[in-house]
């Protein structure tokens, strides 16, 4: 503990006597100076014992006091010593009262005791309780350390929260609570997401306070990890605003904690390595290597019915978000996911067929086409990036390659429909018409029927809808050229010139395909 008045005053050595503001001798002093200028306040910061002989006070005029001793109290003066025997030989009453009237303690100091003894004093308590902060501290730091090496970070947690009198929670990237000491602890924690997600925002490392005396208790927040984005977040709780031997546990914590994330890096990259070779084992058709590479880092994924998602980001934006939405769901659910970065661009995910991974993505992806479509309306910042995913139909390890051609067939319709993410059963169960909305389909019908186009528009007849009501009919006369109000025999004609002019026969079942998908993305471009 700091020093304080009433440890002053016990002070055997000292002898002060304490004639006003008796109930508040427990505050702390943080310094001691003495001063004889009538107006000392612009020399003071808060905290000071106050020592005069009042050599240039009028001390015994009470207006004068009341003006002096309020100064004081507004400095944050925490009490005045006055050394009798010097210029008065006892305090003058207009001080004493004035004094008691503020709630300012007052000390008298005898003759036979200097300044210098008092300053002395509280310099050695302070530089004693700094010594039992800083023992304290190495104290907990052993502690600290002995836990996270037997126990983990739960370990440490626990140790921390019994270190601060209070509570610790760990969360993950994404702002999940990864553990919590005490138990109790857990829902508290868990209200603090948003400010764990705010706070990531900021550059590492970051810190925040938030609570305070009107609430609960008050919460610290800091960010673990060494590179640009954190990797994790410390929060410590605590009833009053720490003292120096728990704040040195927190640093402790903190610098721990950091290490053992920088590791779990290190750890993660040959777990990455090991998920790629896993995944070309899979593609290539060898489940059974796979599994053998694999071992049990994947669970029963690589034996159940699984998906995969091919992310990619269309700006060059590294696809950090997607992964860490995609690995902090299945941490949460407990199951296993396989992810992939093939370069910064272009991310693979195997996960559960069903599972909180699968989910997670399509939540991640909608709200991602809410910002893309705001953007557009003026309503968003507009620098979200241009983010596409295919996710292929449910497979096994046998059809893995199968399933990765799906995905990225469902990502490259995603990119021409201007989607952030295309399922590919939707393909299936959809049209094959928006596949049309293409550049390069629409260049080659309008190549296509530009002959016929040019024809009609000189007036010599109808040929491109005469076309379309042939194809639609299979090539019925009757009921074409019913469609058309004209004689079979005319429509007849119409096609011969629409065969000589193309220099292609409709008896082709490749031109008549080739025509109609023409005509039909000609009528989807209008």
Not at 135 to 145: N, P
Not at 188 to 201: F, K, N, Q, S, Y
Not at 252 to 260: F, K
Request: hydrophobic letters at 45%.
């Amino acid at each position: 503990m700091p020093p304080t008045l009433a440890s002053l005053v016990h002070h055997s050595a000292l002898k002060l006597t304490v004639r006003a503001g008796e109930d508040h001798l427990d505050v702390p002093v943080r310094w001691v100076h003495a001063s004889e200028l009538a107006d000392p306040v612009p020399y003071m910061e808060g905290g000071e014992l106050l020592l005069i002989t009042a050599l240039k006070l009028d001390a015994e005029d009470p207006k004068a006091m009341r003006r002096y001793v309020k100064r004081l109290v507004g400095a944050g003066v925490v009490g005045l010593g006055f050394a009798v025997g010097v210029n008065y030989d006892e305090i003058p009453q207009a001080l004493v009262d004035t004094a008691g009237e503020e709630g300012l303690p007052l000390l008298e100091v005898p003759r036979r005791t200097p300044f210098i003894a008092i300053s002395k004093a509280v310099s050695a308590a302070i530089a004693a309780d700094q010594y039992r902060s800083v023992t304290a501290g190495f104290a907990a730091q052993r502690e600290l350390t002995k836990q996270a090496l037997t126990d983990g970070p739960e370990g440490l947690l626990a140790a921390l929260a019994a270190q601060v009198d209070g509570w610790a929670a760990l969360y993950d990237a994404s702002g999940a609570v990864v553990a919590t000491a005490p138990e109790w602890a857990g829902r508290r924690a868990a209200r603090l997401t948003a400010d764990v997600e705010r706070l990531r925002d900021r550059p590492a490392p970051a810190s925040s306070v938030v609570g305070g005396p009107d609430n609960e208790d008050r919460v610290e927040l800091h960010t673990l990890g060494t590179g640009r984005r954190p990797r994790a977040a410390l929060a410590v709780g605590t009833e009053a605003a720490l003292g120096t031997a728990e704040r040195y546990a927190v640093h402790s914590a903190i610098a721990l904690l950091t290490l053992t994330t920088e590791r779990s890096r290190s750890l993660q990259a040959a777990h990455e390595r090991i998920g790629a070779a896993v995944l070309r084992l899979l593609l290539a058709g060898h489940p059974d290597h796979a599994r053998a590479v694999a071992g049990d880092l994947y669970g029963g994924l690589l034996d159940a019915p699984f998906r995969i998602i091919v992310g990619e980001s269309a700006d060059g934006e590294p696809l950090d978000g997607l992964a860490e939405v995609v690995e902090s769901a299945a941490a949460r659910s407990g199951e296993a996911v396989l992810v992939v970065a093939e370069g910064p661009e272009r991310l693979v995910v195997l996960a559960v067929d069903g599972g909180a991974a699968v989910e997670a993505c399509g939540e991640y992806a909608a709200t991602r086409e809410g910002e893309r479509a705001s953007s557009t309306t003026g309503e968003h910042s507009g620098d979200e990036s241009e983010l596409v995913v295919g996710l292929s139909a449910p497979a096994g390890p046998i059809a893995a390659a199968g399933a990765y051609k799906q995905a990225e067939q469902a990502l490259s319709v995603a990119r021409r429909r201007g989607r952030v993410l295309v399922e590919h059963e939707q393909l299936a169960a959809g049209s094959v018409l928006p596949l049309l909305a293409d550049d390069a389909v629409r260049a080659f019908a309008d190549g296509l029927l530009r002959p016929l186009s040019e024809h009609d528009a000189t007036g010599r007849g109808d040929l491109v809808a005469s076309l379309r009501a042939w194809l639609s009919r299979h090539g019925q006369w009757d009921a074409a050229a019913a469609d058309l109000g004209v004689h079979r025999h005319t429509l007849r004609y119409r096609m011969r010139r629409v065969e000589e002019i193309l220099g292609r026969s409709l008896d082709d079942p490749d031109v008549r395909m080739e025509l109609w998908l023409a005509l039909k993305a000609t009528a989807a471009a209008e």
